[in-house]
């Protein structure tokens, strides 16, 4: 059998690879700030979701395959640290798949495949590295036409994808520019942002700390509506509204559990103690349960200690919150972990496990309560009531996300966090990466830059071209999404052109590529990207085609790599 014959067997067997070029097409769309949201809806429960990012569309969908289901994965562990970049880390999955499976047809090895793929990468990401922004630069046209007020400057810190010698204290960076400079479309989300920014400054932190940031989604009231508060802001009931009520105006004590507040619940790591059996020859002649004998002794717990806000990280038990309810105790289940520990500090809460571990010293002081807004739905009868937590010296900022349309409302909240987390590292990175396509068309440069020099083995100058043809095709995608051009066709024509007149020597001018009028030039040299999130959604993209490569080679071979026998291998 001729070489060519077991490339196209090879390259037909490989449907993971195939798999996850389709899923990533239908997420092109995604791409940019100019989104189309896609509708999601449940043939079962009829329920709809309106997504606008690659981690909610593969959140929502059911997962057939197993290559889906860790294309899913990857996706979600890089949105939960990270907020942002989905994306392109799922459009690169896609590009990285057809260059394998382009290679494979080509008869490539999967080592040479490997090696010459993850070298192309790293071309590109050294050239990002050397044509990144310091954010001193990016905030300094705007400081030398006004005056920056004091509480929104910063000292930053270089992160670890630079050298030493990038190493250097930014100072006086204007923070309201950087951010329109990564809003990335969500304007009206990054004003928030930056309003929780501001507010924080005031309570003498020097940064945008995200651990002490929360979002309180509203369905109701338009967009215009959304707002930022300090404390901590949440819904309660109508019942629990009236306990708010009571308790308004007074310095409040506090407890604070973790874990769910149920009589089954046990901690993380313990372990039941199996066949035990009690026996007793004293009968029960009280009837009462062991959840309602539970109830009973945490109530009196609570009261015995004057508790009037009790915050509860899991869920607790519906018999305890209607016990408390009559006795103005305030319940709040579902508190983030990091929430509690912040009224630790500012109240001298201690952070308990169970509810009878609780003794005096446990028990925090000087909490304020108020009623912020009562949210009425069905014929103007009151549902919920939005309430403000707040104690001395607390630094937590809640922003209330409000939508007249209730699907919309994930999709508002992922865009402020999105703002949020690349404000965060924005700082914490030290440093930009060029927006508007500008870096992707360094990689271009660069990958030709390195075909036209001497290399060792010649399958990696085609597989560079490969790649270089996918970051093509990553701004074509790009410019299409933008309303720039018809088709891609016509994108690609045009980056062909400005990397022509730039190997005439002229300079990379990302305002030719995009053709602004007047008015759109300087927000399109204003954009930029996170360098982190960048370069983590490139490797991750890599390292998850790389590794669906290798799993099913060795499925259709039986062969591990390091046995090094693919091409003795003819299929039958």
Same mark, same amino acid.
């Given at each position: 059998m001729s070489r060519a014959s077991v490339a196209s067997i090879g390259q037909r067997r490989h449907i993971a690879l195939q798999q996850l070029e389709a899923i990533a097409t239908t997420t092109h769309s995604f791409l940019g700030p100019h989104k189309r949201?896609?509708?999601?809806?449940?043939?079962?429960?009829?329920?709809?979701? $309106?997504?606008? %990012?690659?981690?909610?569309?593969?959140?929502? *969908?059911?997962?057939? %395959?197993?290559?889906?289901?860790?294309?899913?994965? +990857?996706? /979600?562990?890089? /949105?939960?640290?990270?907020?942002?970049?989905t994306n392109t880390l799922v459009f690169l999955t896609g590009i990285w798949s057809r260059v394998a499976l382009d290679c494979l047809h080509r008869g490539f090895s999967v080592s040479h495949i490997k090696n010459a793929t993850t070298k192309g990468l790293e071309v590109c990401l050294e050239a990002c590295r050397s044509s990144a922004v310091c954010l001193e630069e990016v905030s300094s046209k705007k400081d030398s036409e006004e005056k920056i007020p004091q509480n929104i400057r910063l000292t930053l810190k270089h992160s670890r994808h630079f050298t030493s010698n990038d190493h250097q204290t930014v100072k006086s960076a204007d923070v309201s520019h950087v951010a329109h400079g990564i809003s990335h479309g969500c304007q009206d989300s990054m004003n928030l942002v930056l309003e929780a920014y501001k507010l924080q400054s005031g309570c003498n932190t020097s940064a945008l700390d995200i651990q002490k940031l929360v979002t309180c989604p509203v369905s109701g009231p338009s967009e215009k509506h959304s707002r930022v508060l300090h404390g901590y802001v949440v819904?309660?009931?109508?019942?629990?509204?009236?306990?708010? /009520?009571?308790?308004?105006?007074? &310095?409040?004590?506090?407890?604070?559990?973790t874990g769910d507040l149920s009589e089954k619940y046990r901690h993380v790591g313990y372990n039941m103690p199996a066949h035990i059996t009690h026996v007793t020859d004293?009968?029960? *002649? +009280?009837?009462?349960?062991?959840?309602?004998? !539970? &109830?009973? &002794?945490?109530?009196? &717990? $609570?009261?015995? $200690?004057?508790?009037?806000?009790?915050?509860?990280s899991g869920v607790v038990s519906v018999k305890l919150k209607d016990r408390c309810i009559p006795y103005n105790i305030l319940v709040v289940e579902g508190v983030r972990t990091d929430i509690l520990k912040d009224f630790s500090t500012s109240t001298g809460a201690m952070l308990m496990s169970y509810i009878t571990q609780l003794t005096e010293r446990c028990v925090g002081r000087g909490v304020k309560i108020r009623r912020w807004r009562e949210f009425s739905r069905n014929g103007g009868r009151n549902e919920s009531t939005a309430i403000s937590i707040t104690a001395a010296g607390t630094s937590l900022v809640t922003a209330v996300i409000t939508s007249s349309i209730r699907a919309e409302l994930q999709s508002l909240e992922d865009r402020f966090w999105s703002c949020a987390h690349r404000l965060h590292q924005a700082f914490t990175d030290g440093k930009l990466l060029r927006g508007a396509a500008a870096t992707e068309l360094v990689c271009i440069q660069q990958l030709y830059k390195s075909t036209r020099s001497g290399m060792e083995n010649p399958y990696e100058k085609v597989v560079?071209?490969?790649?270089?043809?996918? !970051?093509?095709?990553?701004?074509? +995608?790009?410019?299409?999404?933008?309303g720039k051009v018809s088709c891609k066709a016509e994108a690609r024509t045009s980056v062909t052109r400005l990397l022509r007149h730039c190997e005439d020597g002229g300079p990379v001018c990302v305002k030719a590529l995009w053709a602004p009028t007047e008015a759109e030039t300087d927000s399109v040299t204003s954009v930029y990207d996170n360098v982190t999130v960048k370069f983590e959604a490139w490797r991750r993209a890599l390292d998850l085609v790389l590794l669906v490569l290798q799993s099913d080679t060795e499925i259709i071979t039986g062969v591990s790599e390091g046995e090094n026998v693919y091409k003795e291998f003819v299929f039958l």
């Amino acid at each position: 059998m001729s070489r060519a014959s077991v490339a196209s067997i090879g390259q037909r067997r490989h449907i993971a690879l195939q798999q996850l070029e389709a899923i990533a097409t239908t997420t092109h769309s995604f791409l940019g700030p100019h989104k189309r949201q896609k509708f999601i809806q449940d043939e079962d429960g009829g329920n709809v979701a $309106l997504v606008s %990012s690659s981690a909610r569309l593969l959140e929502n *969908v059911e997962m057939d %395959s197993s290559v889906a289901q860790l294309l899913n994965e +990857t996706v /979600q562990a890089h /949105q939960k640290i990270l907020r942002s970049g989905t994306n392109t880390l799922v459009f690169l999955t896609g590009i990285w798949s057809r260059v394998a499976l382009d290679c494979l047809h080509r008869g490539f090895s999967v080592s040479h495949i490997k090696n010459a793929t993850t070298k192309g990468l790293e071309v590109c990401l050294e050239a990002c590295r050397s044509s990144a922004v310091c954010l001193e630069e990016v905030s300094s046209k705007k400081d030398s036409e006004e005056k920056i007020p004091q509480n929104i400057r910063l000292t930053l810190k270089h992160s670890r994808h630079f050298t030493s010698n990038d190493h250097q204290t930014v100072k006086s960076a204007d923070v309201s520019h950087v951010a329109h400079g990564i809003s990335h479309g969500c304007q009206d989300s990054m004003n928030l942002v930056l309003e929780a920014y501001k507010l924080q400054s005031g309570c003498n932190t020097s940064a945008l700390d995200i651990q002490k940031l929360v979002t309180c989604p509203v369905s109701g009231p338009s967009e215009k509506h959304s707002r930022v508060l300090h404390g901590y802001v949440v819904l309660v009931s109508e019942e629990q509204s009236l306990v708010v /009520q009571h308790l308004q105006e007074q &310095t409040l004590k506090m407890a604070l559990v973790t874990g769910d507040l149920s009589e089954k619940y046990r901690h993380v790591g313990y372990n039941m103690p199996a066949h035990i059996t009690h026996v007793t020859d004293c009968p029960d *002649v +009280t009837c009462v349960s062991r959840e309602e004998h !539970w &109830t009973e &002794t945490a109530f009196k &717990t $609570l009261r015995n $200690l004057s508790v009037d806000v009790l915050l509860v990280s899991g869920v607790v038990s519906v018999k305890l919150k209607d016990r408390c309810i009559p006795y103005n105790i305030l319940v709040v289940e579902g508190v983030r972990t990091d929430i509690l520990k912040d009224f630790s500090t500012s109240t001298g809460a201690m952070l308990m496990s169970y509810i009878t571990q609780l003794t005096e010293r446990c028990v925090g002081r000087g909490v304020k309560i108020r009623r912020w807004r009562e949210f009425s739905r069905n014929g103007g009868r009151n549902e919920s009531t939005a309430i403000s937590i707040t104690a001395a010296g607390t630094s937590l900022v809640t922003a209330v996300i409000t939508s007249s349309i209730r699907a919309e409302l994930q999709s508002l909240e992922d865009r402020f966090w999105s703002c949020a987390h690349r404000l965060h590292q924005a700082f914490t990175d030290g440093k930009l990466l060029r927006g508007a396509a500008a870096t992707e068309l360094v990689c271009i440069q660069q990958l030709y830059k390195s075909t036209r020099s001497g290399m060792e083995n010649p399958y990696e100058k085609v597989v560079m071209q490969m790649m270089a043809d996918g !970051w093509m095709d990553y701004i074509s +995608t790009l410019m299409l999404n933008c309303g720039k051009v018809s088709c891609k066709a016509e994108a690609r024509t045009s980056v062909t052109r400005l990397l022509r007149h730039c190997e005439d020597g002229g300079p990379v001018c990302v305002k030719a590529l995009w053709a602004p009028t007047e008015a759109e030039t300087d927000s399109v040299t204003s954009v930029y990207d996170n360098v982190t999130v960048k370069f983590e959604a490139w490797r991750r993209a890599l390292d998850l085609v790389l590794l669906v490569l290798q799993s099913d080679t060795e499925i259709i071979t039986g062969v591990s790599e390091g046995e090094n026998v693919y091409k003795e291998f003819v299929f039958l």
